[in-house]
């Protein structure tokens, strides 16, 4: 079945740390890639996106992600965590097949805690 | 700026009730998306329309139903609220083209009880 895995349901670094967060796929063609962050109580605001061409994309708030189509996979990266990056993050994938309307299909989630 | 707004926050309603739940986005977009966020199961499409008048079931359709009679506002209906629709539910817009950015509005936490 086609989906979406965030396989650390909650992860914990320490303030200064780096972090990498796992997202694989499980589609026949590449599909286009997002990874949105959610802080207490708010919407979803996305972080960076990869539909094609270099394999490393950069994002907001010091953020970036790899692609790595051997591996299905499209794991985020930050490489010194602040207190304010504690929040979901959802990775996220639109098909890579026509007509889909873009509708995302979403991770589960890992929450990050950061410690001080 | 990119906005989407929902009507609330924080909803209450008593099981049996009709619900409504309401969202606007100001950025002339095509496609409107309700998704409910549960702890543990991230978050599944309920509805989505890609024009006035047309809907579209998503993964977990029931117990619900949407209405889109103008292109910036689209609404979720609990037509009768069960204590298991208690969750957060998200509303999202999308232009067409090939960016796929979906815009988020902040949510709405309803509590059936």
């Known amino acids: 079945a086609q989906s979406v895995t965030q396989p650390d349901i909650h992860i914990t670094v320490s303030e200064g740390a780096s972090l990498e967060l796992r997202c694989n796929y499980s589609?026949?063609?590449?599909?286009?890639l997002f990874w949105y962050v959610q802080s207490p109580g708010q919407g979803l605001q996305l972080l960076l996106k990869y539909f094609s061409g270099d394999t490393l994309v950069q994002g907001i708030k010091g953020f970036e992600a790899e692609f790595k189509r051997s591996q299905s996979s499209f794991n985020l990266r930050k490489p010194s965590v602040h207190w304010s990056d504690a929040a979901e993050y959802f990775c996220?994938?639109?098909?890579?097949?026509?007509?889909?309307?873009?509708?995302?299909?979403f991770g589960k989630g890992t929450k990050l805690s950061v410690k001080p | 700026d990119v906005k989407v707004t929902q009507s609330s926050r924080y909803l209450v309603k008593r099981t049996g009730e009709k619900v409504f739940l309401e969202c606007v986005q100001d950025?002339?977009?095509?496609?409107m998306f309700w998704y409910r966020q549960d702890p543990g199961l991230g978050l599944r499409l309920i509805y989505f329309?890609?024009?006035?008048?047309?809907?579209e079931k998503g993964d977990i359709p029931e117990g619900y139903s949407v209405s889109r009679e103008k292109k910036e506002r689209f609404s979720l209906i609990l037509e009768s609220a069960s204590t298991n629709q208690t969750s957060m539910y998200l509303c999202a817009s999308l232009g067409d083209g090939s960016s796929y950015e979906q815009y988020f509005g902040p949510g709405t936490r309803l509590t059936v009880t």
């Open positions: 950025m002339d977009h095509e496609n």
């Open positions: 996220a994938v639109v098909p890579g097949y026509g007509g889909s309307q873009g509708n995302l299909i």
């Open positions: 589609y026949g063609a590449t599909p286009y």
């Open positions: 329309s890609y024009d006035v008048k047309m809907k």
